[in-house]
């Protein structure tokens, strides 16, 4: 298994601003992803972050609004730029153990944009 | 477009009864579909993975089923404890990628 963490864990920003979100992963993993939480609703994949290559992005999120770097084997970044209340969610990174396709989740950064 | 439909309504149990949740999905072929559980302001842990070639695993006090016929999961808790009680969903997968539905909360009252 693989143990998760994410900075922040919360924050509270205002629209316009950009937030940076971190996840660090205790082991070398290939790839990382992106999901965000809406309150009551499913977990929606952002995107999947391999190292060394662009991020590939899912139906309905771009790179200009959710920027996305992978400079090493156990580490990731997410930005959520330019943000307006409807950003509000909860963001988590998973990484998936290739043998299982078990994937392992961080605890999740809660994002509230006022 | 890809549905994946749970229990919409949130499950209420009593201790060491037998809890059953639903996992409906329409327009996909999921290779795999897994179960994970979700407790508040927590990520969401991995419970079982059971494969389109599968129609049946169980894992200690949990059981999961699978028809592709019909594309349904059964998730079982048998012995429900209080400890049980979060939200339980379910994902279904092709390669890497899941696809989750909205969860099912289930209480379990002692």
């Known amino acids: 298994s693989a143990v998760i963490s994410q900075k922040p864990s919360r924050d509270i920003c205002q629209r316009g601003t950009s937030l940076t979100i971190q996840c660090q992963v205790d082991s070398q993993v290939t790839m990382m992803f992106w999901y965000r939480q809406q309150p009551g609703q499913s977990l929606t994949l952002i995107a999947t972050?391999?190292?060394?290559?662009?991020?590939?992005?899912e139906s309905g999120f771009v790179i200009d609004k959710f920027p996305i770097s992978r400079p090493n084997l156990t580490f990731s970044t997410l930005t959520v730029s330019n943000m307006s209340p409807e950003d509000s969610s909860i963001y988590l990174c998973?990484?998936?153990?290739?043998?299982?396709?078990?994937?392992?989740f961080g605890p999740g950064t809660r994002l509230t944009v006022t | 477009s890809q549905k994946i439909e749970q229990n919409s309504e949130a499950l209420n149990i009593q201790e060491g009864k037998t809890a059953t949740l639903t996992c409906n999905y329409t327009?996909?072929?999921?290779?795999?579909l897994q179960w994970y559980r979700q407790d508040p302001g927590r990520g969401p842990v991995f419970l079982l993975l059971i494969r389109e070639n599968e129609k049946e695993k169980r894992k200690e006090r949990l059981k999961v089923t699978f028809d592709t016929t019909l594309k349904q999961s059964l998730f079982h808790i048998t012995a429900s404890q209080p400890a049980d009680s979060a939200t339980y969903l379910c994902?279904?997968?092709?390669?890497?990628?899941?696809?989750f539905g909205a969860g099912t909360t289930v209480t379990v009252r002692a």
């Open positions: 972050a391999n190292q060394g290559s662009e991020a590939t992005y």
């Open positions: 327009n996909y072929s999921p290779a795999y």
């Open positions: 998973s990484v998936e153990d290739p043998s299982s396709y078990e994937q392992y």
């Open positions: 994902a279904l997968g092709n390669d890497y990628k899941l696809s």
